[in-house]
């Protein structure tokens, strides 16, 4: 079964637009590099970079297209186009906004659920909120997760891991999945002692841009500081 397969942890690789590293041939060289450490699974944004990952590992595939449409919040698949797309490039899973915000086309979160399970695949509920998680559940979605908390006006500033919002996912009697956040180890120990049946690390493991970027910033502040630009001696 897809799911029990999904069970353990599942590695987002999403370089930053303007990274080096995003191109389809080096994501799905880092996501072998996932697999290869004991990655479940794999979250994997846009057609084709999840047509190369899904030719270089047999791991489930979480796909997404993030996608602006002008006048509406949701970008993570927010249409029955990127749907579509994401089950065309190999994906078995699609991760979408659950949240309660308007979509393009007019539909909510049941009917993308609906469109998922039509085209052969395993939807992905991405929530914000409780009531999102219980929502979503109801309408069918097969995983719940905690991946829009902190990023929606409503849930600004809440502490992340959610791993209280977690708790609520556990409740739904769905497929629950910890992420947003989740920077250490003993986190992802602390989300499988809450119930969690799957975890989704990313920035820690696979965002080398932004690791670099904060290792960089006390570098420069220290060769700013007068009397740091020439060696000391003794």
């Known amino acids: 079964m897809m799911l029990e397969r999904l069970r353990g942890l599942i590695v987002s690789i999403q370089p930053e637009t303007a990274s080096v590293l995003n191109t ?54 927010p249409t029955e186009d990127e749907i579509a797309a994401i089950l065309a490039a190999g994906a078995e899973i699609v991760a979408f906004d659950a949240t309660a915000r308007a979509r393009p086309h007019g539909h909510d979160a049941a009917a993308l659920v609906t469109a998922i399970h039509a085209g052969g695949g395993l939807a992905m509920a991405d929530c914000a909120t409780g009531t999102e998680l219980r929502a979503a559940a109801a309408a069918g979605a097969d995983i719940v997760a905690t991946t829009l908390c902190g990023y929606t006006p409503e849930t600004q500033g809440h502490p992340l891991p959610a791993l209280d919002l977690l708790c609520e996912a556990v409740a739904t009697g769905a497929f629950a999945i910890l992420e947003g956040g989740v920077g250490e180890p003993i986190q992802v120990g602390a989300a499988f002692e809450a119930g969690a049946a799957a975890v989704v690390v990313g920035t820690a493991l696979t965002n080398f841009d932004a690791r670099v970027r904060a290792f960089a910033a006390p570098a420069a502040r220290q060769k700013s500081v007068p009397g740091n630009s020439s060696p000391r001696t003794v």
Not at 24 to 44: K, M
């Open 24 to 77: 389809p041939e080096t994501v799905a060289l880092l996501a072998c590099c996932a697999v290869a450490g004991g990655a479940a699974g794999v979250r994997i944004e846009g057609s084709a970079r999840i047509a190369a990952v899904r030719r270089a590992v047999d791991v489930p595939i979480v796909g997404l297209i993030k996608r602006i449409y002008p006048g509406f919040e949701p970008y993570i698949t």
